[in-house]
């Protein structure tokens, strides 16, 4: 997990409304970010990230550089008894942005039909 704490606020505590640019360039600094948001929301905003994503990619590639392969990733869980924003309706989204998992195979094989 990075360094930024989970209770992180951004500069100004009234301004609690973020783009979904801001949103990623947040996410795209600090690598992971755990947003309280209404469950609603969710959907949305992971569509809107990930439109972002490609429409930047997609421009770093028509200028001829090359995008990097970071994915975005997501968890989301209810919010708990104690918790600041918890209620009904309420989620908790844990966003990360790193590298591309892989596997290792040590064989790969396509069944033919006398299996």
Do not use: C, Q, W
């Not at 640019?21 to 795209?28: A, E, F, I, K, S």
């Not at 392969?69 to 600041?84: H, N, P, R, W």
């Amino acid at each position: 997990m990075s360094d930024l704490p989970i209770d992180f606020v951004d500069d100004d505590p009234d301004d609690n409304e973020y783009s979904y640019r801001r949103v990623l360039d947040l996410l795209m600094e600090k690598k992971e970010l755990i947003l309280t948001i209404e469950e609603k929301a969710a959907k949305p905003l992971k569509r809107n990230l990930t439109a972002l994503k490609s429409r930047d990619a997609a421009k770093l590639k028509n200028a001829g550089l090359e995008a990097g392969d970071e994915v975005l990733g997501y968890t989301s869980y209810s919010t708990k008894e104690g918790d600041e924003a918890h209620g009904p309706g309420m989620i908790k989204l844990h966003i990360t942005y790193g590298p591309r998992k892989t596997v290792k195979i040590h064989k790969l094989e396509v069944p033919d039909n006398e299996f």
